[in-house]
């Protein structure tokens, strides 16, 4: 295409646009998801200066009063941000009224940011091995006992394992902490506290002693009551950072603290409104709390609404946020707000033992198939990253039961029967299947005449269902409702080719399906759990900052759903890190967020994987948390982590760039240290022939070198002494980006526990593309005279980006007639995620808005052929580059708006 001088000016002028959107702005959400015209404006003066937040706020409202814009004031927020949520009254189709109010209002003094109302992912768990809704709420009319609850609906595994991984039992044992006096707020879909392990009561004297629920059931209905009786993760929650069963062993990590129930999750499990979040953390700071434990977020940037309020929050107090369940869709797929600087960000590790039913078989009594007790996904059954380097796999199914408490089946010595070679065939329909389990080979299966639903008529009683020949990740989830009546199970290759081959040398085998649980070892047991996301941010920050168990966890549920529940997900690690801060805060008192959080990730315990390579810091962040050292460290170092490249411009590290780390001896005796590198394995996302994540991440036994200006230090008591250090980033093959990382070892010679610092760079030759294949959706001309006359243009984007814009541009590729739209700040699609933009036909005049990225005015197109295009900034690109810009450019299309009589 020949470009012309025209294009450079407007590239230049669009150029400019951004970089003004950039600077006002930040947040990753497209336009469509805006809601209401609610939008928050942040102001300048610091929430610990009370008087000039009151102040700046009361001056801005009347400058705002002058202006008089059609506004109203949702809430005012002095503690979690200096901040107010506005609704401009302006109607929607108004854009250039609201475009010039939002202008106006940025140009009051003392105004820092504005940013969108925006609605979020309600719950940061595993939502398909636990989905609430469907399969638990259906036991919200059964009556329960302290005897029914006091065996934890037949746990068979130890209920207090994790703690056992972690240091808290040592903790429980050698001290008297238990996270008494210290109050934890959980944002979440609230607490049943009517539960006896979480106090039986709601109110002063009670252990759920504050809380408000900001949605009531419906979503609409905010009212006084916190309590958790329709979703369960609040609950779950709450236990796991301080449940207490009066009536038998199990108890939460912090088993006297306080709690705050501030629920925003309706029964729906929804998408909750950022309002209510914001509200929920302005009313845990006047509440007094000391702790936040947050599990709302989706894939997101350190630049989003609600990771600039918990920045700001997290400098006061600590908050904890969970990571992210995407770990199987490769990289970027950290969750804001837990890439947010300062906060917390969670990762999971897996339990060391797991409770399940389980069938049996007549031919091997030790051979039995365990059946997970809620929906798994099929990716779950190996581990995606690791699977090459451990040759590991799993036996097991993963199927649902019915409900909290009971086996999906329970049915006896069922004869077995292997339809796989015959049920594809004609004859399929005539198989004698009553009072049989039935075996099939997905693969070999398909087609023909033979269906569940006969199956069923003809009294089959089960069916057993593997996708032979296929690799175990492809395995699909079970169900219970595509043939009301007959349990679909779904088991591994493994498990399926072995009943298999038991049928073809046994005259008869028969299964049983237990009717109570069983403990079996957790598989990749203390390894970090495959679903836990990748970090690093977009940012390139490090992310997770810790990991704690949250891979099959028991914990509290609310008493009409069953009272106890095990439970796997990043959330669930999330208050197990939140309980053991409390116990920190018990026994120091008031600390800084910022040393609270060099106690637990610089005492957190490096895992390796079985090849004895560290994991990635981007899967492992610094470690598996680590409570009894974090409580005794005598040691304290600064900073908690390296992120190498987090910078405007993701710039590769050099061997000259040079790196501070400060020891600070806090005890009563001098103390030699010994500094070394502990290198962790590298791991690229990609492939040379693909610009999409990989599901399963590559690593590499290539790692850094690091020199110390001295290895050896010897402090004295209450004095720091400061270490320079320069690092050569490993040699690999560049045509794909890798994330090298490791840690910084320091030994005291004291006795007390070496201490680690995680680091982290990237390394990438070029930039990578975003886009993939867009696609637009419309006929050969159009009319833009409604919506179903007008263009579409859908994408699905590969990889995160910071600007996107859509523009029009000639048929024949010469002239662009300019923008209009331009996007900030985009995550990469994850799984069936895609972005739809209807286009009307018109561009905008002058620059876009600041926060909404519409223009004020818009100009028709005239009737003519033209192509639309989206232009999006590459992975690693520079802004100011023409270069490091995508373009995809649409198939022609002609425009023809009828004449107006």
Known sequence: MKRSPVIYILFAFWLLCIHCVLAVIKDPNPLNEVDNRRFYVELTAETKDSEAVALQQKNFL???????????????????????????????????LLKEDLEKIHCIAGVKDIYPEQRH????????PHDYGRYLRKRQNSIHNNEHIKHYNGYAADPLAPNKMTGVQVVHQTTNLTGYGIKVGVIDSGIDYQHPALGGCFGPGCRVAYGYDFVGDDGHSPDSDPIDKCFGHGTLCAGIIGGLDPNGPWHGVAKNVIFGAYRVTPCSGNLVQDSDVVAAIEMALKDGMDILSISIGETGWAESASAAVTYNVARIIPVIASLGNDGEKGWW???SPSVSYDVISVGSVNNDVISEFYISNNVDSNYLIRMYSTPAQASNIYLPLYASVFNAFI?????????????????????????????AGPNGTNLNVSGKALLVNGVVCFGGKFSFADAYKNGAVVVLRYMGGEQDRDIFDAALDVVPGLPILQISNVNGEWLANELKSHSSVTITFSEEQKAFPMVQAGKPSSFSSWGLSSDLDIKPDILAPGSKILSTFPLNMGGWAQDTGTSIATPYVTGSIALILEKYGKLSPAKIRSLIMNTAIPMHMYSGLLYPVAKQGSGLINVYDALNAKTLVTPTKYSLNNNSNFE?????????LTILNQGDAPVRYTLSHLPAASVTGYNSTNTIPLENPIVANITSTIAFSETTVLIAPKTSATITWTIQPPILDLSVPWIYSGFILIKPDSG??????????????????????????????????????????????ENPTRVLVIGAQSADNVTDFGVALVERYQNRAIGSDEAKFVMNGSVGVGEPDPVTGKFAQYKPLANGEYRYYVKALKLF?????????????????????????
Do not use: M
Not at 75 to 88: D, G, K, P, S, V
Not at 395 to 423: G, H, M, Q
Not at 652 to 660: A, S
Not at 757 to 771: R, S
């Open 877 to 901: 690109g520079d802004l100011n580059n023409l270069g490091d810009f995508e373009k995809w450019v649409s198939k022609p299309f002609t425009i023809s708006r009828p004449k107006i009589a």
């Open 333 to 335: 797929t950290a969750s």
């Open 752 to 797: 007390e526990q070496a201490q680690s610092i995680p680091y982290a760079g990237l390394l990438h030759l070029g930039t990578i593309n975003v886009l993939g294949h867009p696609q637009l959706n419309s006929t050969s001309v159009v009319g833009f005279t409604g919506r179903d006359d007008a263009v579409t243009i859908t994408l699905w984007l």
């Open 395 to 423: 036996f097991e199914a993963y199927f649902i039961r019915k409900d909290a408490t009971e086996p999906v089946s329970t049915a006896k010595n069922v004869p077995l029967l292997d339809i796989s070679e015959i049920c």
């Open 652 to 660: 590769n590290v050099t061997p000259q760039q040079r790196y501070n």
């Open 62 to 96: 009347t400058s705002l009063d002058q202006l008089h814009l059609p506004y109203k004031v949702g809430t005012q927020y002095t503690l979690a941000w200096n901040a107010l949520l506005l609704e401009i009254d302006e109607p929607k189709e108004a854009d250039k």
């Open 121 to 128: 992912s309600s719950i940061s768990a595993r939502k398909t």
